[in-house]
C-alpha cells in the first residue's frame, strides 16, 4: 500500500508531538493516562516474510510504547504497547494489513524461556478519516490455533464524527489537522457560495486563536502549536 499525505501527517505530528497522542489513545481506547507517562516511539519499519520466501517491507503509522508514571497508584513503571493506523479509503484489507503487523510487533518483541515463545499482541486501532455508514465501530481479529481460539477488538475512531469543539475540550490537538475531511464533500458548494466560504474561514479564524489559547495556559507548547498550523495547512492543500 502507497503512503497518502496524509500518513505523513501522522507520523510527522507523532515524531514531533508525542505527547499529544495521549489524549488520542484514552479517546479510543478508554484509558486514563494524564499525560505525566513517557512515550517511546518504536521502530516503524517492519519486514514481513510472504508465502515465496522473499521479504516485503511494511511501515506503520505508528508504534509505541506508554511507560506509566513511577507515582501511577496501580501500574508503576508499565509499560504498554500501542499500533495505530491513519487510514484515508475503506479498501477492505484494512484489517488484515493490522494483523500483519501486529503479528511482527508481537515477533519483534518475543520471550523465549526454556521451551515457551510468549508473544504479546499490540493494543491496535485505527484511525478513520473518510468514515461512512458502512465503516464499523471496531473490527475483529480472530485466530484458531491448534490450543483453542484466540480473539482481539481493533476499535475504529471516526474523525468526521468530532466538532471542533470537542477536539479541544478533549484535548484531541493531534486530530485538528484533519478536520478539514467534515467539509470534503461540501468543497464544490463552498466554492459556489461565498457565504458558506466565509464562515469555514471564521472557523479556522477561531481555530487559529483558540491554539494561541491553550498555548498562552500551558496545554500546549509553540512548537506543538505551529506544528499543528503547518499539518492542517498541508492536509487543506493535498485535500482541496
Known sequence: MDNTPYDDVFRTLLTDCTELM???VNEIFHTKYTGK????????????KMPDGSEQERITDS?????SEE????AQGQKKRYHIECQSTEDGSMIVRMFEYDTQLALENREFTSNILTVQFPDSAIVSLRHTKNTPEEMTV???????RVSYTVPVLKVKRYTIHELFEKKLFFLIPFHIFVYEKSFKELEENSEK????????TAIVNRLEEDRKNGDLNEY???????MSDTVIKHLA
Open 197 to 204: 466560504l466565509a464562515k469555514l474561514e471564521e472557523e479556522y
Open 22 to 24: 495521549i489524549p488520542v
Open 71 to 74: 507515582t501511577a497508584p496501580i
Open 63 to 67: 508504534s509505541f510504547e506508554i511507560i
Open 224 to 230: 506543538e502549536k505551529v506544528t499543528i498550523l503547518e
Open 37 to 48: 507517562e513517557t512515550i517511546c516511539l518504536l521502530q516503524n519499519e517492519h519486514f514481513i
Open 142 to 148: 480472530k485466530v484458531l490455533t491448534p490450543g483453542g
